[in-house]
């Protein structure tokens, strides 16, 4: 039987009252009932969890189980899920990364840049070199970050935001490394942990101000990480001088779970 027009109409009027009450009462989210999340996570070493185990078959991308991206998806029943961070990555394979997001995404992650600072080749010359060297080396990728990486940043995140327009960017820092002074009592000198970290503090810089101006979220996690540095004489979140070695100086599961997923969080819901 054909229900009458005004009828219909009242049904449908009184059925979208419902929903913005419940709604109100937080039992449903519009925006959720209207899409779910189309999430792409793309990125270094950082992002696809090197340091947290659980690698499954991601080969030498190393995308682990406990990384924040794969928790984010976890956490959030009904995303689609696209994971193609990698380990070493830099922002030329960042570009390449970016060639998986369709227009459909509606959030983006990624951390990148390290690597083209010489991240790899800081931590061997401070490990193996004197002070002088690290300090050195140190500020030679503080020079590169500032001076090369920011066109280089500006070119990764024009690219997601001409794939997805309507994506919601959010870029993931780095942490420091160290806490200094600290409670190692061996190891790398204060003077070569204080040079790491300031070039952390560097990185973190130039890629807040990129990110800003392409109207991405900067996310900072040295916060997060901070009493549970290499050295801070509490639970680490940081590998240090470890085996597999590519795996030194990266965040462990709890790392990825406390250090980089709550900050996430606390600017995705």
Same mark, same amino acid.
């Given at each position: 039987?054909?229900?009458?027009?005004?009828?219909?109409?009242?049904?449908?009027?009184?059925?979208?009252?419902?929903? +913005?009450?419940?709604?109100?009462?937080?039992?449903?989210?519009?925006?959720? +009932?209207?899409?779910?999340?189309?999430?792409?996570?793309l990125?270094?070493?950082?992002?696809?969890?090197?340091?947290?185990?659980?690698? %499954?078959?991601?080969?030498?991308?190393?995308?682990?189980?406990?990384?924040?991206?794969?928790?984010?998806?976890?956490?959030h029943? %009904?995303?689609?899920? #696209?994971?193609?961070?990698?380990?070493?990555?830099? #922002?030329?394979?960042a570009?390449?990364? +970016?060639?998986?997001?369709?227009?459909?995404?509606?959030?983006?992650?990624?951390?990148? %840049?390290?690597?083209?600072?010489?991240f790899? &080749?800081?931590?061997?010359?401070?490990?193996? *070199?004197s002070?002088?060297?690290?300090?050195?080396?140190? =500020?030679?990728?503080?020079?590169?970050?500032?001076?090369?990486?920011?066109?280089?940043?500006?070119?990764?995140?024009n690219?997601?935001?001409?794939?997805?327009?309507?994506?919601?960017?959010?870029?993931?820092?780095?942490?420091?490394?160290? #806490?200094?002074?600290?409670?190692?009592?061996?190891?790398?000198?204060?003077?070569?942990?204080?040079?790491?970290?300031?070039?952390?503090?560097?990185?973190?810089?130039?890629?807040?101000?990129?990110?800003?101006?392409?109207?991405?979220?900067?996310?900072?996690?040295? *916060?997060?990480?901070? *009493?549970? =540095?290499?050295?801070? *004489?509490?639970?680490?979140?940081?590998?240090s001088?470890?085996?597999?070695? &590519?795996?030194?100086?990266?965040?462990?599961?709890?790392?990825?779970? =406390?250090?980089?997923?709550?900050?996430?969080?606390?600017?995705?819901?």
């Open positions: 039987m054909a229900v009458p027009a005004r009828k219909l109409s009242l049904i449908r009027m009184s059925a979208a009252l419902g929903v +913005a009450a419940l709604a109100m009462l937080g039992v449903v989210s519009p925006a959720n +009932a209207i899409q779910a999340t189309n999430y792409v996570a990125g270094d070493s950082y992002s696809s969890g090197v340091g947290a185990g659980s690698y %499954g078959s991601s080969g030498g991308c190393k995308r682990s189980a406990n990384s924040y991206p794969q928790l984010w998806a976890n956490k029943a %009904g995303t689609t899920f #696209t994971f193609v961070a990698c380990s070493g990555a830099r #922002t030329g394979d570009l390449n990364q +970016a060639d998986s997001i369709t227009s459909a995404a509606t959030l983006v992650t990624i951390s990148i %840049g390290g690597n083209d600072a010489g790899t &080749d800081v931590i061997t010359k401070c490990t193996l *070199g002070d002088q060297d690290c300090v050195n080396r140190v =500020n030679t990728a503080k020079a590169y970050a500032t001076g090369t990486l920011p066109g280089l940043l500006d070119g990764v995140y690219k997601i935001k001409s794939k997805a327009p309507n994506a919601r960017l959010i870029v993931l820092g780095y942490p420091r490394f160290y #806490t200094v002074p600290g409670s190692c009592s061996v190891g790398l000198s204060d003077t070569k942990r204080s040079a790491i970290n300031s070039g952390a503090d560097t990185i973190a810089s130039v890629t807040s101000g990129r990110a800003s101006a392409a109207g991405a979220t900067f996310v900072d996690v040295r *916060g997060s990480f901070t *009493g549970h =540095n290499i050295c801070s *004489g509490g639970t680490s979140y940081l590998n001088l470890t085996w597999p070695v &590519d795996e030194s100086y990266h965040p462990t599961a709890l790392g990825q779970s =406390n250090g980089y997923y709550p900050p996430l969080a606390s600017v995705t819901g």
